[in-house]
């Protein structure tokens, strides 16, 4: 989902990735109510609380954030008091998905739950459900003020004024873009490794189901699923859509939680399952993931099989994406002759098949640097999105040179500049309006602010 300025310079505050975790809990903050936005209140320990996870991300913050960081929050309420009026709803399990991601990995920063429940003096329990409100606080912004623009278009004429509009030096750099296509192989994996894996996890289930050891303690001894391994395989809440079907329908039919689930086939391997909660249509289970091993002779025949196939590519005996069709095993590329697609969708090209080196998966990034455009890579191993090792030949399909935008060149990327802009006024005005039509009460300690909605301090108040 693409996210315009506006909303990642307002929202700075509410980001919950990447922290670099402090003591929450060092200073003591009496509580008082400074601000009341409709029926919402804005809290002194509100306030605080942003500055600490800014300062944690290595923000610096001048004076100007004692007014900036309240006025902040005050925006979000008025867009959260017209998504109530409006029945905003957002997608729970991609928020639950996208905390319990977070969150586990501030615990893999700090070392340990209990690290993390000492940084925040709450419990585990507790630092999610904030994190949690926060994130879908976020999310239902984002989806109002997605309903506020999105009618709004620019003419060829408004896009032609606003590029004319441009001092030169102002002009976006747009940087060195890459195509790439791939072929990929997955190497057979022996069934005597499978039935390998298959008696670990029974062996686990049945200490398990005897009471001898705990699901938490095995998975964090055992589990190859590193995002949820350090907290004792607990995955977190999910509707069904955000699993695999078959895993899904197992994991939901489950009604014991004190028993195991049967031995469940993903694309990430094999797994047990045990359930925690059920809440609506969302669960929240722990599981156990081991990865059959792929043996050294399957990488190496298939490395062999890609290695003939580049050089028949390269000598014209056939084409890369004919090729593909023939060869690959990648169901996600396969019927569009192996061109990735950038699933970054906090970038300005996620959703395209354009790729800056860096937002390239490394692997493939190490490979395409130096390559032509039209030339075919040597195979390489690369571990996939599910954890899994494949073998995968490339193909720089263009590059796209950095160069300084152009009207006739990148008339789309400013199209979307100039849409951008037009949105980021239309949400200005609706919040000046909003502030006219709203219960608003300041603390007198910041009514002397420089504001950038001057709105908030009434005449008649």
């Known amino acids: 989902m693409?996210?315009?300025?506006?909303?990642?310079?307002?929202?700075?505050?509410?980001?919950?990735?990447?922290?670099?975790?402090?003591?929450?809990?060092?200073?003591?903050?009496?509580d008082e109510v400074v601000w009341m936005v409709g029926d919402e209140a804005i809290l002194r320990s509100d306030i605080e609380y942003q500055k600490l996870r800014l300062l944690s991300q290595g923000v610096r913050l001048d004076a100007s954030a004692e007014c900036v960081l309240p006025e902040q929050l005050a925006v979000q309420m008025l867009f959260l008091n017209q998504a109530k009026i409006d029945s905003i709803t957002v997608d729970e399990s991609m928020i639950n998905r996208y905390v319990e991601a977070n969150i586990q990995g501030m615990i893999a920063e700090v070392g340990s739950k209990e690290k993390l429940e000492e940084y925040f003096n709450k419990n585990l329990t507790q630092i999610r459900e904030d994190q949690r409100r926060q994130a879908k606080n976020g999310e239902i912004v984002r989806a109002m003020q997605q309903k506020l623009v999105s009618s709004i278009s620019v003419s060829p004429s408004e896009i032609r004024s606003y590029f004319a509009s441009l001092p030169t030096d102002s002009l976006p750099y747009i940087p060195t873009r890459l195509e790439v296509q791939k072929i990929v192989r997955k190497p057979t994996i022996k069934l005597s490794e499978v039935d390998r894996i298959k008696q670990k996890l029974r062996g686990y289930a049945e200490e398990i189901n005897a009471g001898t050891s705990s699901f938490s303690?095995?998975?964090?001894?055992y589990s190859e699923d590193t995002r949820t391994a350090l907290n004792g395989g607990e995955y977190g809440f999910v509707g069904k859509t955000s699993l695999e079907s078959e895993f899904a329908r197992i994991v939901f039919d489950m009604a014991d939680s004190k028993r195991v689930s049967p031995i469940i086939q993903s694309e990430e391997g094999?797994?047990?399952?045990?359930?925690?909660?059920?809440?609506?249509?969302?669960?929240?289970?722990?599981?156990?993931?081991?990865?059959?091993?792929?043996?050294?002779e399957a990488l190496e025949e298939e490395i062999q099989k890609l290695d003939s196939l580049a050089n028949m590519i390269s000598s014209g005996a056939t084409s890369f994406e004919k090729a593909v069709l023939e060869y690959s095993q990648d169901e996600?590329?396969?019927?569009?002759?192996?061109?990735?697609?950038?699933?970054?969708?906090?970038?300005?090209?996620g959703g395209s098949s354009y790729f800056p080196l860096e937002e390239l998966p490394q692997d493939i990034s190490k490979n395409v640097a130096n390559m032509q455009v039209g030339e075919v890579s040597r195979p390489f191993i690369m571990i996939n999105e599910k954890g899994n090792r494949e073998v995968?030949?490339?193909?720089?399909?263009?590059?796209?040179?950095?160069?300084?935008?152009?009207?006739?060149?990148?008339?789309?990327?400013?199209?979307?500049?100039?849409?951008?802009?037009k949105r980021n006024k239309e949400l200005d005005d609706w919040v000046r309006t909003q502030q006219l039509k709203t219960f608003i009460e300041v603390a007198e300690s910041y009514r002397n602010c420089d504001f950038k909605y001057p709105g908030w301090i009434h005449d008649n108040r």
């Open 270 to 296: 094999y797994h047990i399952v045990q359930i925690i909660e059920k809440k609506g249509d969302l669960i929240n289970f722990r599981h156990i993931l081991l990865r059959p091993k792929v043996a050294d």
């Open 217 to 221: 303690t095995l998975a964090r001894l």
């Open 2 to 30: 693409k996210r315009t300025r506006l909303l990642r310079l307002w929202l700075l505050a509410f980001s919950l990735s990447g922290m670099t975790l402090c003591s929450l809990h060092a200073q003591q903050i009496i």
């Open 392 to 421: 995968l030949i490339v193909k720089l399909r263009n590059k796209y040179e950095a160069h300084r935008a152009t009207l006739t060149e990148d008339y789309q990327a400013i199209k979307e500049l100039a849409l951008q802009e």
């Open 332 to 349: 996600d590329s396969r019927n569009s002759e192996g061109l990735l697609v950038n699933g970054n969708y906090q970038s300005n090209y």
